[in-house]
């Protein structure tokens, strides 16, 4: 089965960047989708991408900070995180599910089941 592994997550002042990956263990025609889960709070799905990279969702929260993209050469997401915010600290996890090259993400995006998770990164913003 498809294996997912995020990294990237650190301690970044307010205002900073930092850019997440998600590694798969293998290619194929997946979209896949970002979710993140504060201490005390429900899970939430902030961003997702299409099994080409073509269509693209995001979570108005982190809409224009927050970009995500994937090169699937590489078997890689990543989730580029703009001008982070003290309520963005949170532990980030992909998820991956099969579509066709074609299927574009739709608003609905993290609304859906997805198959394969990965165990989450810690992102903490805090001065």
């Known amino acids: 089965q498809l294996q997912l592994v995020e990294s990237g997550g650190d301690l970044v002042q307010p205002g900073g960047s930092l850019r997440l990956s998600c590694a798969a263990s293998?290619?194929?025609?997946?979209?896949v989708a970002w979710f993140r889960q504060a201490p005390g709070k429900e899970r939430e799905g902030i961003s997702c991408?299409?099994?080409?990279?073509?269509?693209?969702y995001y979570k108005e929260s982190v809409k224009g900070r927050f970009t995500v993209s994937r090169s699937n050469a590489k078997n890689t997401v990543y989730l580029l995180m703009n001008n982070l915010k003290p309520e963005d600290t949170a532990v980030y996890s992909c998820?991956?599910?099969?579509?066709?090259?074609?299927?574009?993400?739709?608003?609905?995006?993290?609304?859906?089941?997805?198959?394969?998770w990965g165990q989450g990164t810690q992102v903490t913003v805090s001065s």
């Open positions: 293998a290619s194929g025609y997946y979209a």
């Open positions: 998820a991956a599910k099969p579509t066709s090259w074609e299927t574009p993400v739709t608003n609905m995006c993290v609304q859906t089941p997805y198959d394969y």
């Open positions: 991408i299409s099994s080409s990279g073509g269509t693209t």
